[in-house]
C-alpha cells in the first residue's frame, strides 16, 4: 500500500482516501463537484491538521498558473497555487512588489493566506491586507468572485481556513519595488528589556526579535533604502554581527537571506530563508501567539520566566508586529499584534507537554493561536476572541452547506 502523504514537517500523515493532482480545469471541477469530502493541500507547510480530510485532497500544482501583472492598476492576478518563490521575481521585473512576505517564500499564495500568514512590521497587516479579490469554485462546482469594497462577505473569504472552497486565483494588490538592508544586532540585553519591546519592534521597516526567553537576543533589523536610520537608543548595548547568521544558531548561513547592509530587492530581503534552500530546521514543530501589541511586553515577561522551561524543546522564539487588519479570522483581526513564535524541537511528545504551559502564561492577553501551527488552546477560547466568528460560521453555512470543504479541525472550531 502506497504511503499517506504528509506535510513538510512529518508530524502530519493526511487521513485522506486519495492525493489528487487534476492537470484541467475541467477535471478540477469535477473531483469538487462529485466529491464528498475535499480539501486543498497547498505546499504543507501547516504543522497542524487544518488542510486535512477523509475525502480528496487535492494539489492544485498540475493546473496551469497565471501570472498576471496590471501595471496600469498595481495589480497582480495569481494562480493560487503559485508560490511566493515564484511570483516575486516577475513582480520585480515589472518594477512592483508586494509590502510585506513571510519568513519564507516557500508557501503557496492561497495556503498563506487561508491561514493569515503574516511577515513583521508595524505597518503591514497580515498577508491578506494585500488581497483585492478571491476567485473561489464552491462545493458544486460554480465559480464565484469575492472582492473588497464590492461584497461585504469579503473579509470573511481571504483568510477562510480553506473551508468556503478551493482558491483558484487571487488579485493582489501591489506597490512600487523597493530595496531593503538587512543588518543583524546580537546582545540585546533581552530578559531585563522587554518594556520597550514594541519599540524594538519599530525600528525599522521590518524587524525580527529571536530569543531563548533566557540570555541576549538578535535583533534582525530590515530597513528599506532611504528610510532614517533606526534609532540607536533603542539598539543600545547591541553590537553588529560579525558575519552572516541563520535566525537558528548552528543552521548554515547560506540558507539565509543577505546581510551585513548590503541593499538588494524586497524579496531577498524580507524573508530570512532563500528560496531554493530549506527554510529553518527542516525537522522542526512550530506554535505561534498573537497578543495585543500594548500587552505585549507583560506577554513577554511571562515567557521570560518559561526560558529554563523551554529550553530542553526550544530551537529559537521570534518575536514581531503585526498591524491590525479588518479580516474577520486574521489573528490580527481590529488589533494591532505583537506574535510570538516558537520554532520547536520535533519531539511532538516534549512539544505537546510545554505547549499547556506557553498558553497559560499568555491567557490572560486574549491570545489567538497561528491558525497554521501547533497549539492546545481549546477552539471555544479561541472564538471567544474573534467578534466576526458567528459572522464567519453564517458564511460557512451559505458557502458550503453540505459541508463537503469541512474537516476535524473546522468541526471543532465550527460545529453545525
Ligand atoms: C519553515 C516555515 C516558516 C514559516 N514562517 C511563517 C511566517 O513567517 N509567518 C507565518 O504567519 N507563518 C509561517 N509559517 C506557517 C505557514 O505560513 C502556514 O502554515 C501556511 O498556511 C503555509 O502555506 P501552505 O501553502 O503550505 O499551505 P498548507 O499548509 O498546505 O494549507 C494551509 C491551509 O490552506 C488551505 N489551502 C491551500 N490551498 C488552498 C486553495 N487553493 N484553496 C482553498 N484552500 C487552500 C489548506 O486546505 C489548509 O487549510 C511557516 C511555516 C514553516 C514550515
Same mark, same amino acid.
Given at each position: 500500500?502506497?504511503?499517506?502523504?504528509?506535510?513538510?514537517?512529518?508530524?502530519?500523515?493526511?487521513?485522506?482516501?486519495?492525493?489528487?493532482?487534476?492537470?484541467?480545469?475541467?477535471?478540477?471541477?469535477?473531483?469538487?463537484?462529485?466529491?464528498?469530502?475535499?480539501?486543498?493541500?497547498?505546499?504543507?507547510?501547516?504543522?497542524?491538521?487544518?488542510?486535512?480530510?477523509?475525502?480528496?485532497?487535492?494539489?492544485?500544482?498540475?493546473?496551469?498558473?497565471?501570472?498576471?501583472?496590471?501595471?496600469?492598476?498595481?495589480?497582480?492576478?495569481?494562480?493560487?497555487?503559485?508560490?511566493?518563490?515564484?511570483?516575486?521575481?516577475?513582480?520585480?521585473?515589472?518594477?512592483?512588489?508586494?509590502?510585506?512576505?513571510?519568513?519564507?517564500?516557500?508557501?503557496?499564495?492561497?495556503?498563506?493566506?487561508?491561514?493569515?500568514?503574516?511577515?513583521?512590521?508595524?505597518?503591514?497587516?497580515?498577508?491578506?491586507?494585500?488581497?483585492?479579490?478571491?476567485?473561489?469554485?464552491?462545493?458544486?462546482?460554480?465559480?464565484?468572485?469575492?472582492?473588497?469594497?464590492?461584497?461585504?462577505?469579503?473579509?470573511?473569504?481571504?483568510?477562510?481556513?480553506?473551508?468556503?472552497?478551493?482558491?483558484?486565483?487571487?488579485?493582489?494588490?501591489?506597490?512600487?519595488?523597493?530595496?531593503?538592508?538587512?543588518?543583524?544586532?546580537?546582545?540585546?540585553?533581552?530578559?531585563?528589556?522587554?518594556?520597550?519591546?514594541?519599540?524594538?519592534?519599530?525600528?525599522?521597516?521590518?524587524?525580527?526579535?529571536?530569543?531563548?526567553?533566557?540570555?541576549? %537576543?538578535? !535583533?534582525?533589523?530590515?530597513?528599506? @533604502?532611504?528610510?532614517?536610520?533606526? =534609532? *540607536?537608543?533603542? +539598539? #543600545?548595548?547591541?553590537?553588529?554581527?560579525?558575519?552572516?547568521?541563520?535566525?537558528?544558531?548552528?543552521?548554515?548561513?547560506?540558507?539565509?537571506?543577505?546581510?551585513?547592509?548590503?541593499?538588494?530587492?524586497?524579496?531577498?530581503?524580507?524573508?530570512?530563508?532563500?528560496?531554493?534552500?530549506?527554510?529553518?530546521?527542516?525537522?522542526?514543530?512550530?506554535?505561534?501567539?498573537?497578543?495585543?501589541?500594548?500587552?505585549?511586553?507583560?506577554?513577554?515577561?511571562?515567557?521570560?520566566?518559561?526560558?529554563?522551561?523551554? %529550553?530542553? !524543546?526550544?530551537?529559537?522564539?521570534? @518575536?514581531?508586529?503585526?498591524?491590525? =487588519? *479588518?479580516?474577520? +479570522? #486574521?489573528?490580527?483581526?481590529?488589533?494591532?499584534?505583537?506574535?510570538?513564535?516558537?520554532?520547536?524541537?520535533?519531539?511532538?511528545?516534549?512539544?505537546?507537554?510545554?505547549?499547556?504551559?506557553?498558553?497559560?502564561?499568555?491567557?490572560?492577553?486574549?491570545?489567538?493561536?497561528?491558525?497554521?501551527?501547533?497549539?492546545?488552546?481549546?477552539?471555544?477560547?479561541?472564538?471567544?476572541?474573534?467578534?466576526?466568528?458567528?459572522?464567519?460560521?453564517?458564511?460557512?453555512?451559505?458557502?458550503?452547506?453540505?459541508?463537503?470543504?469541512?474537516?476535524?479541525?473546522?468541526?471543532?472550531?465550527?460545529?453545525?
Amino acid at each position: 500500500m502506497a504511503a499517506k502523504p504528509t506535510n513538510w514537517a512529518g508530524n502530519v500523515e493526511f487521513a485522506a482516501r486519495a492525493l489528487r493532482r487534476p492537470t484541467t480545469f475541467e477535471e478540477f471541477r469535477e473531483i469538487v463537484a462529485t466529491g464528498d469530502r475535499v480539501r486543498v493541500l497547498g505546499s504543507g507547510h501547516s504543522f497542524n491538521r487544518i488542510a486535512d480530510t477523509t475525502g480528496d485532497l487535492v494539489v492544485l500544482d498540475g493546473l496551469p498558473r497565471a501570472v498576471e501583472v496590471d501595471s496600469a492598476n498595481g495589480t497582480v492576478r495569481v494562480g493560487a497555487a503559485t508560490r511566493f518563490a515564484e511570483l516575486c521575481p516577475v513582480l520585480r521585473r515589472h518594477g512592483l512588489a508586494l509590502p510585506n512576505l513571510p519568513s519564507t517564500p516557500h508557501f503557496t499564495l492561497a495556503g498563506a493566506y487561508a491561514t493569515g500568514t503574516h511577515g513583521s512590521g508595524h505597518t503591514g497587516g497580515t498577508l491578506a491586507a494585500a488581497v483585492r479579490s478571491v476567485e473561489l469554485v464552491t462545493a458544486d462546482g460554480e465559480t464565484v468572485t469575492v472582492s473588497r469594497g464590492t461584497d461585504d462577505h469579503f473579509e470573511g473569504t481571504v483568510v477562510s481556513l480553506g473551508s468556503l472552497g478551493v482558491v483558484t486565483a487571487l488579485t493582489l494588490e501591489t506597490c512600487p519595488t523597493f530595496e531593503v538592508e538587512q543588518y543583524v544586532h546580537e546582545g540585546l540585553a533581552w530578559p531585563a528589556f522587554p518594556e520597550d519591546l514594541t519599540g524594538v519592534l519599530g525600528v525599522a521597516y521590518s524587524v525580527s526579535v529571536f530569543t531563548d526567553w533566557s540570555g541576549p %537576543a538578535r !535583533v534582525w533589523v530590515k530597513r528599506r @533604502v532611504g528610510d532614517p536610520p533606526p =534609532d *540607536p537608543t533603542l +539598539l #543600545s548595548g547591541t553590537r553588529p554581527a560579525d558575519g552572516p547568521r541563520h535566525p537558528i544558531e548552528g543552521m548554515p548561513t547560506a540558507n539565509a537571506t543577505e546581510q551585513s547592509g548590503v541593499p538588494g530587492p524586497w524579496d531577498e530581503r524580507l524573508p530570512h530563508f532563500r528560496a531554493g534552500f530549506v527554510p529553518s530546521v527542516g525537522d522542526e514543530l512550530q506554535s505561534e501567539y498573537f497578543v495585543p501589541a500594548e500587552r505585549a511586553a507583560e506577554a513577554a515577561a511571562a515567557l521570560v520566566e518559561l526560558g529554563p522551561l523551554l %529550553a530542553p !524543546v526550544l530551537r529559537v522564539s521570534e @518575536v514581531r508586529t503585526v498591524a491590525a =487588519d *479588518p479580516h474577520w +479570522l #486574521s489573528p490580527a483581526h481590529g488589533r494591532d499584534s505583537v506574535a510570538f513564535h516558537f520554532t520547536w524541537t520535533s519531539d511532538a511528545r516534549a512539544v505537546a507537554g510545554v505547549l499547556p504551559r506557553v498558553e497559560a502564561a499568555l491567557a490572560p492577553f486574549d491570545v489567538r493561536p497561528h491558525w497554521g501551527k501547533l497549539s492546545s488552546i481549546a477552539p471555544e477560547a479561541t472564538s471567544a476572541s474573534y467578534e466576526r466568528l458567528e459572522d464567519f460560521r453564517a458564511l460557512l453555512e451559505r458557502f458550503d452547506p453540505k459541508g463537503t470543504f469541512r474537516n476535524e479541525l473546522i468541526d471543532r472550531y465550527f460545529p453545525r
